[in-house]
């Protein structure tokens, strides 16, 4: 029998989610456009419906975020998860609790639901949820346009680019974006450590507790590395002694990122022209 012990694999690095994606199909258009245009599009019909209070105008940005989604960008479980239980579930939740919360006052002429004891449930404190929770979820799901196809470098880029907000903001703040997927792996190599040498162990409230505060210091350690060597990085490489920098990736605004915008506006456009939801209480 061997005295060598078994050695343990290396713990992996997370994955960073600030890397470059793989190329994907030409029809996930929405990986080729311009993030501030995958921003603008959506934004005004996100600004309406915080002000609409009927149920078809959200159902029907709903539809139209979830069309653009399906057909924009890969397909995984994920996404899957996100759009048809997480983002319904929550609609629901949210509408539920907001029925409870409306002031039968108001409401009190519609249509008895239910009545226990004293209390009763009308249809229109049903509406008024339902309405609330429909709202809020077309509003995350016109955010997730965005959010689910696009990284975090592009988008500094863009803004620096397109907007022109200084490279000093925009790069300090990707630094500290970065430092997420590295303190994920710091923590990793931590926990591996502590395993390896029984510090810590046991079960139950106790010795988790002990477990998070022996993390601590070490992370912290690492954290200051970390933040030492990116400052010298940045100093070596003249950061901020000029009023801008030269690009070595560039986030250009096309042709096709001008002609989504106009067309989700165009189609918000004819959305809110055809259910009017002004004209609703």
């Known amino acids: 029998m061997s005295d060598t012990a078994p050695l343990t694999a290396a713990p992996a690095a997370p994955a960073d989610p600030y890397a470059q994606r793989a190329a994907a199909s030409a029809l996930r258009f929405l990986y080729a456009l311009n993030p501030l245009a995958k921003l603008a599009a959506p934004l005004p019909a996100m600004l309406v419906l915080v002000f609409v209070r009927d149920a078809a105008t959200p159902a029907a940005f709903l539809a139209l975020a979830y069309v653009v989604l399906l057909v924009g960008v890969d397909f995984t479980r994920r996404l899957a998860a996100v759009l048809f239980l997480a983002i319904p579930a929550s609609a629901v939740a949210i509408g539920f609790g907001f029925s409870l919360w409306t002031d039968a006052s108001r409401v009190d002429q519609s249509v008895v639901v239910w009545q226990i004891g004293g209390w009763t449930m009308y249809g229109g404190a049903l509406?008024?949820?339902?309405?609330?929770?429909?709202?809020?979820?077309?509003?995350?799901?016109?955010?997730?346009?965005?959010?689910?196809?696009?990284?975090?470098?592009?988008?500094?880029?863009?803004?620096?680019?397109?907007?022109?907000?200084?490279?000093?903001?925009?790069?300090?703040?990707?630094?500290a974006f970065r430092f997420v997927p590295r303190f994920g792996h710091e923590l990793d190599v931590i926990r591996q450590a502590h395993r390896v040498r029984g510090a810590h162990g046991g079960r139950g409230?106790?010795?988790?507790?002990?477990?998070?505060?022996?993390?601590?210091?070490?992370?912290?350690?690492?954290?200051?590395?970390?933040?030492?060597?990116?400052?010298?990085a940045m100093d070596a490489r003249a950061f901020g002694a000029h009023p801008d920098r030269t690009e070595r990736h560039l986030v250009p605004w096309r042709a096709r990122d001008t002609v989504f915008v106009l067309a989700f506006w165009a189609v918000s456009a004819v959305l809110l022209i055809a259910l009017f939801p002004w004209g609703l209480a």
């Open 205 to 232: 409230p106790f010795a988790a507790t002990a477990r998070w505060f022996g993390y601590i210091v070490p992370l912290l350690a690492g954290a200051i590395r970390h933040a030492e060597r990116v400052a010298l």
């Open 127 to 175: 509406e008024v949820g339902f309405a609330t929770g429909l709202r809020l979820a077309a509003i995350v799901a016109l955010t997730l346009i965005a959010g689910l196809s696009t990284i975090g470098p592009d988008l500094v880029r863009a803004t620096v680019q397109q907007l022109r907000v200084p490279y000093r903001i925009g790069y300090t703040a990707l630094a």
